[in-house]
């Protein structure tokens, strides 16, 4: 398959870019080290972190209420500088587009939405810092990165030259699965937004157990103010302020979500293999099929073992991966081509 459009490589490498800095922010987010430097955009006003003794003791005098941890501060840093890449390349894809933007098949667009996308994250990020963690601002921070990663997908799916044929299937079946895949991608954004505020109010480990929770297969729960997002800026949400109650209806809702995605997306893919036909859409039914058994494998795995940091941060990489899968889906499906 060849990819002549200038700009494919540059989207292909600002991919797997986008990819680290998700990566890296569960990572940072998971390890508690989104206030590793309590100012921005440096660290304790380094470019990178007090290195020195002294250099640690001016920062702690400077930052009375935030002592300097290393290895809180590091994840911090790295993840900064990856976005910040992140955006260059992302000025530099924009370049590209407006010089070649007579080309056909060259998006214009698309590169200046997710300009004005970068900049808002690094807005969130500053947020993030500045009002220590508060819920909202971290859910959208975490949403915005996906957000990036799946249009920057989505630019290099258009960018690609390959055309997609539809199989030779009745025409009705084939249409009949674009709804059926639409619907399954938004059902995944749901429950990755549920998984942010699931995480940034420190749900994730508020019931212990399996299939149960607190013993109880409908436990005490408070949707209000689980679910109030208009609760106001508090000093400090690191380590969560709601109650126990509060973050039991979070993770049990985060849980019966799953449960909805893992039904309908099942029910998608036995469509796929029934009515798509076609090697290549068989190719992508057992890739959503592989990541969906994946992502429920990490789910399970880090209730059975609390929530130990590696498989939890592959959990947050395995959403992403699902995610992109039914982009890439709901594209082919848009995009192909009739040949009968």
């Given at each position: 398959?060849?990819?002549?459009?200038?700009?494919?490589?540059?989207?292909?490498?600002?991919?797997?870019?986008?990819?680290?800095?998700?990566?890296?922010?569960?990572?940072?987010?998971?390890k508690d080290a989104g206030l590793g430097c309590p100012d921005w955009p440096g660290c304790y006003g380094?470019?990178?972190?007090?290195?020195?003794?002294?250099?640690?003791?001016?920062?702690?005098?400077?930052?009375?209420?935030?002592?300097?941890?290393?290895?809180?501060?590091?994840?911090?840093?790295?993840?900064?500088?990856?976005?910040?890449?992140?955006?260059?390349?992302?000025?530099?894809?924009?370049l590209l587009a407006?010089?070649?933007?007579?080309?056909?098949?060259?998006?214009?667009?698309?590169?200046?939405v997710l300009l004005v996308l970068v900049i808002a994250q690094g807005l969130f990020g500053m947020w993030t810092v500045t009002l220590k963690l508060w819920p909202q601002i971290v859910t959208l921070h975490l949403l915005g990165g996906f957000c990036t990663l799946s249009l920057l997908w989505l630019l290099r799916l258009r960018l690609m030259t390959r055309q997609w044929s539809a199989p030779a299937v009745p025409m009705h079946h084939w249409r009949s699965l674009k709804p059926l895949a639409l619907l399954g991608l938004i059902l995944v954004i749901c429950q990755i937004t549920l998984g942010g505020w699931t995480s940034t109010n420190y749900a994730a480990l508020a019931c212990p157990e399996l299939p149960t929770c607190q013993g109880s297969w409908w436990p005490t729960m408070d949707f209000g103010s689980g679910f109030n997002f208009a609760q106001e800026i508090g000093p400090n949400y690191l380590g969560g302020q709601l109650d126990g109650s509060a973050r039991v209806a979070i993770h049990m809702t985060h849980r019966i979500g799953a449960i909805v995605v893992?039904?309908?997306?099942?029910?998608?893919?036995?469509?796929?293999?029934?009515?798509?036909?076609?090697?290549?859409?068989?190719?992508?039914?057992?890739?959503?099929?592989?990541?969906?058994?994946?992502?429920?494998?990490?789910?399970?795995?880090?209730?059975i073992w609390s929530l130990p940091l590696a498989i939890a941060v592959a959990h947050n990489a395995g959403g992403a991966l699902l995610l992109l899968g039914l982009i890439t889906l709901n594209y082919?499906?848009?995009?192909?081509?009739?040949?009968?």
């Amino acid at each position: 398959m060849s990819n002549t459009k200038p700009s494919f490589l540059l989207v292909q490498i600002a991919v797997a870019l986008a990819f680290c800095v998700v990566v890296l922010g569960a990572f940072t987010r998971l390890k508690d080290a989104g206030l590793g430097c309590p100012d921005w955009p440096g660290c304790y006003g380094h470019a990178l972190w007090p290195q020195t003794s002294e250099q640690v003791a001016a920062a702690e005098q400077a930052f009375p209420g935030a002592p300097f941890e290393h290895e809180k501060a590091w994840p911090e840093v790295a993840h900064r500088y990856f976005a910040g890449s992140l955006g260059f390349l992302i000025i530099l894809a924009n370049l590209l587009a407006f010089k070649y933007r007579n080309e056909r098949g060259q998006p214009v667009r698309l590169p200046l939405v997710l300009l004005v996308l970068v900049i808002a994250q690094g807005l969130f990020g500053m947020w993030t810092v500045t009002l220590k963690l508060w819920p909202q601002i971290v859910t959208l921070h975490l949403l915005g990165g996906f957000c990036t990663l799946s249009l920057l997908w989505l630019l290099r799916l258009r960018l690609m030259t390959r055309q997609w044929s539809a199989p030779a299937v009745p025409m009705h079946h084939w249409r009949s699965l674009k709804p059926l895949a639409l619907l399954g991608l938004i059902l995944v954004i749901c429950q990755i937004t549920l998984g942010g505020w699931t995480s940034t109010n420190y749900a994730a480990l508020a019931c212990p157990e399996l299939p149960t929770c607190q013993g109880s297969w409908w436990p005490t729960m408070d949707f209000g103010s689980g679910f109030n997002f208009a609760q106001e800026i508090g000093p400090n949400y690191l380590g969560g302020q709601l109650d126990g109650s509060a973050r039991v209806a979070i993770h049990m809702t985060h849980r019966i979500g799953a449960i909805v995605v893992a039904l309908y997306l099942g029910y998608l893919i036995s469509r796929l293999y029934r009515y798509a036909g076609g090697p290549q859409m068989r190719s992508m039914a057992n890739t959503l099929l592989i990541l969906l058994l994946l992502q429920l494998c990490l789910g399970l795995s880090n209730v059975i073992w609390s929530l130990p940091l590696a498989i939890a941060v592959a959990h947050n990489a395995g959403g992403a991966l699902l995610l992109l899968g039914l982009i890439t889906l709901n594209y082919r499906l848009h995009k192909a081509t009739t040949t009968w």
